[in-house]
Nanobody, 122 residues
Framework: QVQLVESGGGLVQSGESLRLSCAAS???????IAWFRQAPGKEREGVSC???????TYYGDSVKGRFTISRDNANTVYLHMNDLEPEDTAVYFC?????????????????WGHGTRVTVSS
């Protein structure tokens, strides 16, 4: 059974950092895992994706240069978020598309975690 559990969210001030974790189980870790976020009243947005299959990482334009995605050798994917801005306030989800290649389109993903909330105050 596919399981994705996010953690690490919280309340921070503008300019600070957070690290989110996504503990994955129930599927091959060669599949791509992505982070998405959804702010109140907005559509779900692709933030970053990593695939052990092709070894590449991908980022949405709004987080390039500030966020870094990584994965350990076990079953956890991390999102390192630096220089946070109030516009980064959202619920952050991790998901897998059960494919070896990445995507930042939420429509490509069928397996999702429940999310972790990030709030950035100005």
């Amino acid at each position: 059974q596919v399981q994705l559990v996010e953690s690490g969210g919280g309340l921070v001030q503008s300019g600070e950092s957070l690290r989110l974790s996504c503990a994955a189980s129930g599927f091959t870790l060669n599949y791509a895992i992505a982070w998405f976020r959804q702010a109140p009243g907005k559509e779900r947005e692709g933030v970053s994706c990593i695939s052990r299959g092709d070894g590449n990482t991908y980022y949405g334009d709004s987080v390039k240069g500030r966020f870094t995605i990584s994965r350990d050798n076990a079953n956890t994917v991390y999102l390192h978020m630096n220089d946070l801005e109030p516009e980064d306030t959202a619920v952050y989800f991790c998901a897998t598309n059960r494919q070896f290649s990445c995507s930042l389109d939420p429509a490509d993903f069928a397996s999702w975690g429940h999310g972790t909330r990030v709030t950035v105050s100005s």
